[in-house]
């Protein structure tokens, strides 16, 4: 099975990984890995990603800080 990788303006990392090791990118909440399993999040775990300044999940993609 192959993945077909489209050009992203992203500049996260992410999107060049053929084995990411998040599912959304941080930054712009793009699927990176979509073989990985949801986990179902929860508010204290999109606590914890806020304050490392993510702006998306990376594990449901939900965007979490508004207007950056």
Known sequence: ???VR???PCDNMNH???D???GHCPKCG???NARLAVEPCTESKHAVARRQQSVFCVDCGEQ???GR
């Open 1 to 3: 099975m192959s993945i």
């Open 6 to 8: 489209h050009p992203n």
């Open 16 to 18: 060049r990984r053929h």
């Open 20 to 22: 990411a090791p998040v």
């Open 30 to 32: 793009g699927i990176v």
């Open 64 to 66: 979490l800080v508004m």
